[in-house]
């Protein structure tokens, strides 16, 4: 593989917060952002559930578009040159809405709309990078999800999600295809397992 094109390392901890200045200038950088997932091919049946869902908790360089890697596994770094056209925890939630619409949801919008709703999906963004060992690349992804009902602000369930896609190789091009490979298997996955929730929970409200 090439050799990465990269900035300074960085710990990859939670003293993230005080490495931006590592970002290349914004005009000499490539814009990337996470290619479309492929529509259903089976209609779901709607599941009229209003659910409001919250942008993802993200930390350090976590919450910037910075496009991160990392090549040994106490190591995190990120691409000169290149950067996302939004954070991460932005692009992602519009794509889990998304999928939750498509698995059948047909009320669920932004926490941030201003609309009622009888649930809320929050998260917070645990992993975003690439992974690389030795010749062998990998998109990671990890979320952390947690459903709660807004009139008793009760938690009904959590769970932690995570998803991976081989890069063909290390450039930042191929880092954001492998990115959006894995961010399609993650939001299905909460997706499927949100409306399940859903279902239970409005089962338990309902009189026996």
Excluded at 22 to 32: K, L
Excluded at 90 to 106: E, K, S, Y
Aim: aromatic residues 4%; proline residues 7%.
């Amino acid at each position: 593989m090439r050799r990465i094109r990269l900035a300074a390392p960085l710990l990859a901890t939670l003293l993230l917060g005080a490495c931006a200045s590592v970002i290349a200038p914004r005009g000499s950088q490539e814009v990337f952002q996470l290619p479309p997932s492929a529509p259903p091919t089976l209609s779901a049946t709607p599941l009229p559930i209003s659910l409001a869902v919250a942008l993802p908790g993200a930390e350090g360089l976590l919450d910037s578009p910075a496009l991160l890697v990392s090549p040994q596994p106490d190591q995190l770094q990120v691409y000169a040159g290149a950067r996302w056209a939004e954070r991460p925890a932005v692009m992602l939630r519009q794509r889990l809405l998304r999928a939750l619409i498509d698995a059948g949801l047909t009320r669920a919008v932004p926490a941030d709309s201003g609309v009622l709703t009888r649930y809320t999906l929050q998260s917070d963004l645990a992993e975003f990078r690439l992974r690389v060992d030795g010749a062998h690349a990998a998109a990671q992804i990890a979320l952390q999800v947690r459903l709660l009902d807004n009139a008793s602000r009760q938690l009904i369930a959590q769970q932690r999600f995570s998803a991976s896609a081989v890069a063909s190789s290390d450039q930042a091009a191929a880092a954001a295809q492998a990115f959006g490979t894995a961010s399609t298997t993650l939001q299905n996955a909460v997706a499927a397992w949100t409306v399940r929730q859903l279902r239970a929970a409005e089962a338990m409200r309902k009189p026996q």
